[in-house]
């Protein structure tokens, strides 16, 4: 019997063989203490951390004393959405953005601007809504429900040059796309760490140095005084571990996604009463969605789930009510028949073969019912 095919990447990722190691090396190291402390356990853990930490600034382009370490994008988005919101109540987002920053900016004035009818925002209109209020601007890397792939460079110049903050989302970047800091000209950048292979509950904060923005976690002076409480040292090592194996090869793992994805493309654009949602040529390499005419897609995953495939449908982060997609509404199409695609490093011909086999297999089965 065949086993499972897993296309939901931009859910979750499975653990990289290079974190899994360093999660079992720890398991197997002699007690480490708290990395606050001044004893002999915690210098030790203390020079494990701050190591973990250089390795992943290395990687991202950004100064170590840049990285602020959390749980996970989720926390990192509204650390720097209730820091911003001390310098200013206003907020400006696109309405592409994840549940998680629209969340927190909506605790407060906000301005939505729209985006086209490929998922992508203009970066002037954006900076047009800013107010003298206005804390902070959000704009996501690449988009979780298309993989449209936003202006980000061009948004943070544009407000470099009026000093506002800019808060990138990057939670489906990592592993996808290479990430520069530096180059990238934001204040802060938020990225996930189980989205790129690396432990579940770890994630990064990215703040420009020179920046300041009040802790949304205090109890503590970890981190610099910037996330209060104790350090997770065995998800440090394993997230620095993914993102070092996630930076090797980058470009061609990018292309690799591509011509797997590219298949998936391909058949959407050949088969009657399917589409293909959002900007093809600009999107990102990893994930593609479709649209079916008449077919729901909740009863389409559930078959392919029984024939064991993994997919998504509906909106992201609301497995529970399958709500539709507010990205896609704002993107003009229908928001309610929609399924997302995603592969990964994991990722092989094989789990694109067996998804062109039984995809237009379940779709025929429910057009049938229909009949």
Known sequence: ???????????????????????????????????SRFHSEAARARHLLEEARERIAHCLGARPREVILTSGATESIASTCFGASIRGPHSVLSS?????????????????????????????????????????????????????????EALAALCAERGLIVHVDGAQAGGHIAIDFAQL????????????????????????????????????????????????????????????????????????????????????????????????REAAAHL????????EPQPLVIGLDAAGIAVHSGSSCSSEALEPSPVLAAMGVDAHRSMRISVGWSSTQADIDRMLLELPAQLDRLRALRR
């Open 96 to 152: 592409a953005e994840h549940a998680a920053v629209r969340q927190w900016a909506e605790r407060g004035p906000t301005t939505t601007v729209g985006i086209d009818r490929y998922g992508v925002a203009d970066p002037a209109e954006l900076l047009s809504a800013a107010t003298s209020e206005t804390g902070i601007i959000h704009l996501q890397w690449i988009n979780h429900e298309v993989g449209a792939v936003q202006p980000v």
């Open 1 to 35: 019997m065949p086993g499972r095919v897993y296309l939901d990447h931009a859910s979750t990722t499975p653990l990289r063989t290079s974190a899994r190691a360093a999660l079992e090396e720890f398991l197997h190291t002699e007690c480490l203490g708290d990395p």
């Open 185 to 280: 000209g934001a204040t802060a950048l938020s990225l996930s760490g189980h989205k790129l292979g690396g432990p579940q509950g770890t994630g990064l904060l990215l703040i420009k140095r020179g920046k300041r923005l009040d802790p949304l976690l205090l109890g503590g002076d970890q981190e610099r005084a910037r996330r209060g409480g104790m350090e997770n040292l065995m998800g440090a090592l394993g997230l620095a571990a993914a993102i070092e194996e996630a930076s090797t090869g980058l470009n061609e793992e990018i292309e690799r996604q591509r011509a797997l994805t590219d298949q998936i493309r391909a058949w959407a654009e050949e088969t009657p009463g399917v589409a293909l949602l959002g900007s093809q």
């Open 288 to 295: 593609v969605c479709i649209g079916f005419e008449e077919i």
